[in-house]
């Protein structure tokens, strides 16, 4: 689907603010609604818009609760083992409480495999470090305890896309 | 913040245009209440925001260079980070605690865009180690947040 300038100032008033009225952003063009309803269904469905969602810089969450952020080594031959040992880490491991593991993804480096980890207890926090640590198929692990974090999304999204729809004419 | 507030802001992170009014029929109480509770997160938390979500494929994106950074003295954090904000392709930046002190994701159209990357973060003072490493871009991948700390009920 080829982009045009409708399309970006759609893109560019959601990024701001997903409840933007479909009807605010046609007046601010002279459009229609039903013509920018059109453009967003199309962009939902061509694929380009996946979803709206809410985020916060900082971080909304419970103060109890936190992420670990946790690069890995892992034995290449070990990978899918060590990805399924994570992805079913609650089943493999009932002992340890309050504690889930939502991402796990492989990735290129020295450290090849990045793990996303919730706790909401110091016992949850130390029990899954060391669970790495010992796994066999596991090398070498650094952990970082999130603080908080900030995206980016209107910035570099959307100069991203302004550069791709001036490159396609 | 209490569990209403809770269930509001799980229901907009799955989908922030929600209607005030599906969400109040969902949770069984007035869009009006609805309404006012998710004004009021907004207006006791000024960094709430919603956004679209875009694959970033299709918008030109190919890959995604991760660095895991550690300072040289902890009293540099505040100027590396006033620093690594201004990162051309920044897409993520995390401040942390333990073997390293900052997340960094930029996101990259092309792969000869790391020499610019490169070269921007290597001048930067009181980095002791960048640590990169490389992922492509699943467009079936969901980017882990802290923000889904609040959804995740673990108890």
Known sequence: MKLDSIDLFIIKSLLQDARTPLAKIARKLGEPTSKIHYRLNKMHKEGIIKGFTIYSNPSLGDEQTHALSVRAKVVSSQMEEVIDYLNNFALYNRSIKHTLIPYVWPCAGYYNLGIYVFTDTAIGMSSIIQLLKRHQGIIDVKVGVVLNEQWFFKSTFFEQLQKKVKNSG | ?155
């Open chain 2, 1 to 155: 913040m209490d569990e209403l507030d809770t269930k509001i802001l799980r229901i907009l992170l799955e989908n922030a245009r929600t209607p005030f009014s599906t969400i109040g029929k969902k949770l069984g109480v007035s869009k009006d209440l609805v309404k006012r509770r998710y004004n009021r997160l907004k207006e006791r938390n000024e960094n709430l925001k919603s956004t679209v979500v875009l694959d970033f494929e299709k918008i030109g994106f190919k890959l995604i260079i991760g660095f895991s950074i550690k300072v040289l003295n902890e009293s540099d954090v505040p100027k590396v980070k006033a620093e690594l904000v201004k990162c051309p392709n920044i897409g993520y930046l995390s401040e942390q605690v333990g073997d390293f002190d900052f997340y960094l994701d930029v996101y990259l159209a092309d792969i000869n865009e790391i020499c610019i990357i490169m070269e921007y973060l290597r001048q930067i003072d009181g980095i002791e180690s960048l640590n990169p490493w490389f992922f492509r871009l699943n467009p079936n991948e969901k980017i882990p947040s802290l923000n889904e700390l609040i959804f995740y009920s673990i108890k």
